[in-house]
Nanobody
């Protein structure tokens, strides 16, 4: 499954960005789609995920109050709306997909990955 992210960029602290993820030519049916991020010198960390069939979502603690993950069935897109961004949110954000039925938070549980999109938050 090929995944393509878009929507990253440079934003000032307090601003918002919306990231998008698409799997060209196929549906996310049967998958959970997650977002991870990796800052320089740090481990890749879980941000949020959505189960395509049910729409159920789960979040990391740092994301649950500021970020929203959603899916658009018509466009077969997954979005990550990020509000009240902080310099600490600066990272490469990756879209990923897993066929696991658990509420996966570990990167090792995700089978497919996009190339990543850079998010930079200036102070």
């Amino acid at each position: 499954v090929q995944l393509v992210e878009s929507g990253g960029g440079l934003v000032q602290a307090g601003g918002s960005l919306r990231l998008s993820c698409v799997a060209p030519g196929r549906t996310f049916r049967g998958y959970a789609v997650g977002w991870f991020r990796q800052a320089p010198g740090k481990e890749r960390e879980f941000v949020a995920a959505i189960r395509w069939s049910s729409g159920g979502t789960w979040y990391s603690d740092f994301a649950k109050d500021r970020f929203t993950i959603s899916g658009d069935n018509a466009k077969n897109m997954v979005y990550l709306q990020m509000n009240s961004l902080k310099p600490g949110d600066t990272a490469v954000y990756y879209c990923s997909a897993t066929s696991s039925t658990s509420y996966s938070r570990a990167s090792s549980e995700y089978d497919y990955w996009g190339q990543g999109t850079q998010v930079t938050v200036s102070s």
